[in-house]
């Protein structure tokens, strides 16, 4: 069984940085492409940015020049760089990994919260 671990979320200011990380663990093959979802309260779940296993990536326009999302492959990890956070970025954020053979898998989910 794979468990994806989130961690980095909490309160920040307009204008701040949060760094996102989330870790798979467990009996794992491989992972192809890996990404960040986020959901505020009362909006449907959004893709934020996602990492294939070869590098490209894609951001949704809000975040773009803002985010960054990166991966090491060595630690099955996958991170979101957040700076210049607006209070619109508020949301619970989820990461989202395509496992080889397994299918995806979703971590818990962490808040990020940002006053203005």
């Known amino acids: 069984q794979v468990q994806l671990v989130e961690s980095g979320g909490g309160l920040v200011q307009a204008g701040g940085s949060l760094r996102l990380s989330c870790a798979a663990s467990?009996?794992?093959?491989?992972?192809?492409?890996m990404g960040w979802y986020r959901q505020a309260p009362g909006k449907q779940r959004e893709l934020v940015a996602v990492?294939?296993?070869?590098?490209?990536?894609n951001y949704v326009d809000s975040v773009k020049g803002r985010f960054t999302i990166s991966r090491d492959n060595a630690k099955n990890t996958v991170y979101l760089q957040m700076n210049s956070l607006k209070p619109e970025d508020t949301a619970v954020y989820s990461c989202?990994?395509?496992?080889?053979?397994?299918?995806?898998?979703w971590g818990q989910g962490i808040q990020v919260t940002v006053s203005s």
């Open positions: 989202y990994v395509d496992l080889r053979w397994l299918g995806g898998s």
């Open positions: 467990g009996r794992i093959f491989g992972l192809n492409a």
């Open positions: 990492i294939s296993s070869g590098g490209s990536i």
